[in-house]
């Protein structure tokens, strides 16, 4: 196997649109809501904004914005030679807010081809906006852990402040972390190591004794994954805390592990109490941002988007 030259990513000026991925390792954190809460704040200080349903087998975005799509990702899935995703941009009742609809979940477009899924991550970058938010599947799937790792976007985590859900992000970070390495490398050798390890260290520590590889081999593999590490800077938001303390000790737990056993620092983007308002905001089909400005979690929007940088 021979080792390949990696170079972290250069500080570059924002490019445009700036994509921002939001996953979870458990499902119900509150990834949709987030998402719509957070793409309507922004577009209403004046950016444009898209919103991508990605989760492609059980969208749902459409009924929190409160309107039927008269068109689905589906198209764009199964349009083999589409590289564009104007096709499917719908207007939003929200003025600079399109959504890219989710798909019908159809077994087809649950599971797209590779090809469709890399035409989907380019096609992104294509788009006229300044934002791009993309709401992820929940879990560790390929799909979304292809998405949650592709190069220049912002990855956030939504948690809740318990046990299954910090340990949840955890194995979460660690499978779009080692896949990465996987899809870096293309080499069986660390493949299989990737796959008998826990941490990243344990992972580490096997290079450095494996036969398969040369002493300058393991030298340069092992500063180039501490490199890949290093550049991988999720942002963890803590939805449903009932306190700030309770979310600050949440995150730190998260990061704490994650520190330890990927050698990755999160950052923390911010925090959203529990509220029951939120179940009525989804089923008036009107974000909780736009009917209760005022409300102390429509603050916990507004604060993440200025730490965001959309003033
Ligand atoms: N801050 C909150 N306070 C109270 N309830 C909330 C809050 N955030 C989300 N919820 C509720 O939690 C449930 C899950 O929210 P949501 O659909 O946004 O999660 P999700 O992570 O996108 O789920 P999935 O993994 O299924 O996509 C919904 O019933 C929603 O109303
Ligand atoms: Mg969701």
């Not at 600079?96 to 899924?117: C, E, F, M, S, W």
Request: with cysteine; hydrophobic share 40%; charged share 20%.
């Amino acid at each position: 196997m021979c080792a390949v030259h990696f170079r972290p990513p250069e500080p570059e000026p924002r490019t445009r649109p700036e994509i921002i991925m939001v996953g979870s390792g458990k499902g119900g954190v509150g990834k949709t809501c987030f998402s719509v809460n957070l793409s309507v704040e922004i577009a209403r200080r004046g950016w444009r904004v898209v919103l991508l349903d990605a989760d492609l087998s059980c969208s749902n975005v459409e009924t929190l914005l409160g309107f039927q799509p008269h068109i689905r990702l589906d198209e764009f899935l199964r349009a083999h030679k589409a590289t564009r995703l104007d096709g499917v941009l719908c207007q939003t009742p929200i003025e600079n807010l399109k959504l890219i609809p989710g798909t019908t979940g159809l077994l087809d477009v649950a599971h797209p081809r590779y090809q469709r899924k890399v035409a989907l991550i380019r096609a992104l970058r294509k788009l006229d906006a300044d934002v791009v938010l993309v709401d992820l599947d929940a879990g560790a799937h390929l799909n979304t852990l292809d998405f949650f790792r592709m190069e220049q976007t912002r990855g956030i985590t939504v948690i809740n402040p318990e046990r299954t859900s910090i340990d949840n992000a955890f194995k979460f970070l660690r499978a779009a972390l080692f896949r990465q390495i996987e899809r870096f490398y293309h080499s069986p050798e660390v493949g299989l190591l990737l796959r008998r390890n826990h941490t990243l260290p344990d992972f580490l520590g096997c290079i450095q004794q494996s036969p398969a590889f040369s002493d300058d081999i393991r030298a340069s593999v092992a500063a180039e994954i501490r490199q890949i590490a290093a550049a991988f800077q999720p942002q963890v938001v803590v939805n449903k805390c009932s306190t700030v303390h309770e979310a600050n000790v949440a995150f730190n737990i998260l990061s704490k592990y994650a520190r330890q056993h990927l050698l990755i620092d999160p950052e923390f983007l911010g925090h959203i109490f529990f509220d029951q308002f939120v179940t009525e905001s989804v089923n008036s089909g009107v974000p909780f941002i736009r009917s209760k400005p005022k409300m102390q979690i429509s603050s916990c929007i507004v604060d993440m988007a200025n730490r965001l940088g959309y003033f």
